[in-house]
């Protein structure tokens, strides 16, 4: 609050406090209720902007950044929630419209399926999450080129120079993003790639200790875990300075 009081005049800006808001969670003073709103609001109360009170926030319900809903204990449900609601929405307008099937395929190759994609860099879906989505995907590429919807769904995941659809699962993508992300971040020559690297050490000596049941737990919270287990997913090794990184 202190710089952004000292940032806004020297720039002649004015802070929108309509459209500011105030959250939090208390994982240092308060670890065994972070979220708890009243002790949250009362350790955030005496926060303004440029003498301005800022409306509060709950920490568990959801919040628009860049594009994606987050929450402060990292629950990324609404995310998924609005996620399937605005595909549901686009697909039954394309299916309706008058576009031709190239039409609709261009529509849902640079339309649709990018504002899905988009959040894949940090929303941990389940592969059965992703399943979900690619099923409705799948019906409305099958739909753009008017075939029956029990057309073998590995026509449709085909390579279109081998009499297929050219239409990738969303688990490839996925993993694809994911081993992108990691690879950028662990080159990075400035703080984001020491940061990255260290953390990569210390999770990597987490692993052995986690257990089937501690797992799907870890892997919701710890970006890197995800990342590295998509390397591992995909028989790839993580290798720097000719240094090889077990995972």
């Not at 709103?37 to 709950?58: F, M, N, W």
Request: charged share 20%; aromatic share 6%; hydrophobic share 40%.
């Amino acid at each position: 609050a202190q710089k952004m009081d000292a940032y806004l005049p020297w720039a002649n800006l004015i802070a929108n406090t309509t459209k500011s808001l105030l959250t939090g969670a208390l994982h240092g003073t308060f670890p065994h209720k972070p979220y708890d709103d009243e002790l949250v609001q009362q350790q955030l109360s005496a926060i303004r902007i440029q003498g301005q009170k800022l409306t509060y926030h709950p920490a568990k319900l959801p919040f628009r950044h860049l594009g994606l809903l987050l929450t402060m204990d990292l629950n990324f449900k609404p995310q998924l929630k609005h996620t399937l609601e605005e595909i549901r929405n686009r697909l039954m307008h394309l299916k309706q419209s008058y576009a031709s099937a190239s039409q609709k395929i261009r529509i849902l190759n640079t339309c649709i399926k990018p504002s899905i994609t988009y959040v894949f860099t940090v929303a941990p879906y389940t592969r059965a999450e992703l399943k979900l989505i690619d099923n409705m995907l799948s019906t409305a590429y099958k739909q753009a080129y008017k075939l029956p919807t029990a057309l073998s769904t590995a026509c449709l995941r085909e390579d279109v120079d081998k009499g297929g659809m050219g239409c990738p699962s969303l688990d490839v993508e996925y993993d694809t993003i994911s081993i992108q992300r990691l690879t950028r971040a662990l080159n990075d020559e400035g703080p984001m790639g020491v940061i990255s690297r260290a953390l990569l050490a210390y999770q990597g000596k987490c692993v052995d200790a986690l257990t089937a049941e501690t797992l799907p737990h870890m892997v919701q919270y710890c970006m890197r875990l995800r990342q590295l287990l998509a390397f591992h997913r995909n028989g790839l090794t993580l290798a720097r300075n000719q240094k090889t990184h077990d995972h």
